[in-house]
Antibody, heavy 120, light 115 residues
Framework: EVQLVESGGGLVQPGESLRLSCAAS????????MSWVRQAPGKGLEWVGN????????YYVDSVKGRFTISRDNAKNSLYMQMNSLRAEDTAVYFC?????????????WGQGTLVTVSS | QAVLTQPSSLSASPGASASLTCTLR?????????IYWYQQKPGSPPQYLLR?????????GSGVPSRFSGSKDASANAGILLISGLQSEDEADYYC?????????FGGGTKLTVL
């Protein structure tokens, strides 16, 4: 069974940085694309970015390009997202998601999420 | 104009069927796209339901009942999630998703009320 556990969320001020982590278990982590998806309070889902199995390809939504960086450590079954220059509009629950299917990078299995609040 | 447009809300009665639409922006043809569907209940992460491109290219999520199915309406340039035999537990937010221009794009979501 896919298990994804996010951590690292919290309250930060605008302009500050935060690093999110996602610990994966129950599947062969190194075989699948991984994504970050966020959801602002009371709003819909927004895909943030993803990373290929070997880390060789990454894609991001335009609003975070140049500020957020996704990485992974397959030896530790872990996904990360370094978030710099945070803005109030980055306030959201951040979900880690795995593509459990071999022919897609779409988010299939989901963690419970971690809340990031950007406020002065 | 958003890439994917979903009605903000939909109501249906228990036992009836509900058809949730996901309309692609004008100029983006629904034909080549796999459309993914998710269900989200309050306080919980989204759950993958299924994906649909054609009758020969579709996939049901693990453990997802067969009363959830996907289709397309080419004339409306839309993907459709059909839920038959509605149950109270189907009350939730539903999102569609496609891969477009090197990014995953979600629709705005439809709140389904079963009453």
């Amino acid at each position: 069974e896919v298990q994804l556990v996010e951590s690292g969320g919290g309250l930060v001020q605008p302009g500050e940085s935060l690093r999110l982590s996602c610990a994966a278990s129950g599947f062969t982590f190194s075989n699948y694309w991984m994504s970050w998806v966020r959801q602002a309070p009371g709003k819909g889902l927004e895909w943030v970015g993803n990373i290929k199995e070997d880390g060789g390809e990454k894609y991001y939504v335009d609003s975070v390009k140049g500020r957020f960086t996704i990485s992974r450590d397959n030896a530790k079954n872990s996904l990360y997202m370094q978030m710099n220059s945070l803005r109030a509009e980055d306030t959201a629950v951040y979900f880690c998601a795995s593509s459990d299917l071999s022919d897609t990078s779409a988010p299939i299995g989901w963690g419970q999420g971690t809340l990031v609040t950007v406020s002065s | 104009q958003a890439v994917l447009t979903q009605p903000s809300s939909l109501s249906a009665s228990p036992g009836a069927s509900a058809s949730l639409t996901c309309t692609l922006r004008s100029g983006i043809n629904v034909g080549p796209y796999r459309i993914y569907w998710y269900q989200q209940k309050p306080g919980s992460p989204p759950q993958y339901l299924l994906r649909y491109k054609s009758d020969s290219d579709k996939q049901q999520g693990s453990g997802v009942p067969s009363r959830f199915s996907g289709s397309k309406d080419a004339s409306a340039n839309a993907g459709i999630l059909l839920i038959s035999g509605l149950q109270s537990e189907d009350e939730a937010d539903y999102y569609c998703l496609i891969w477009h221009s090197s990014a995953w794009v979600f629709g705005g979501g439809t709140k389904l009320t079963v009453l």
